[in-house]
């Protein structure tokens, strides 16, 4: 008798492109100059690589500075 494997859950995943478009109406891959569609060349995730093209745009290649932690809400009458 042949044993079933228990079927995994699949989770719904939403791209990126789909996250802005939902949340923001944003279009990502719409272009504004001509409307036609972009598309995706290519993931940058080397550090480096990231460094050199902030660096070549003249951007900063430090992380933004994080705003210090705060306790939750109090309210008025408290």
Do not use: N
């Amino acid at each position: 008798m042949a044993r079933k494997e228990p079927e995994k859950e699949k989770t719904p995943r939403v791209d990126w492109a789909e996250l802005l478009r939902r949340t923001f109406d944003l279009d990502v891959f719409a272009c504004v100059r001509c409307g036609g569609r972009r598309r995706v060349l290519a993931y940058v995730t080397a550090p480096s690589g990231v460094r050199c093209i902030l660096e070549h745009l003249g951007l900063s290649t430090r992380p933004a500075k994080r705003a210090p932690a705060q306790g939750p809400p109090q309210s008025a009458w408290c």
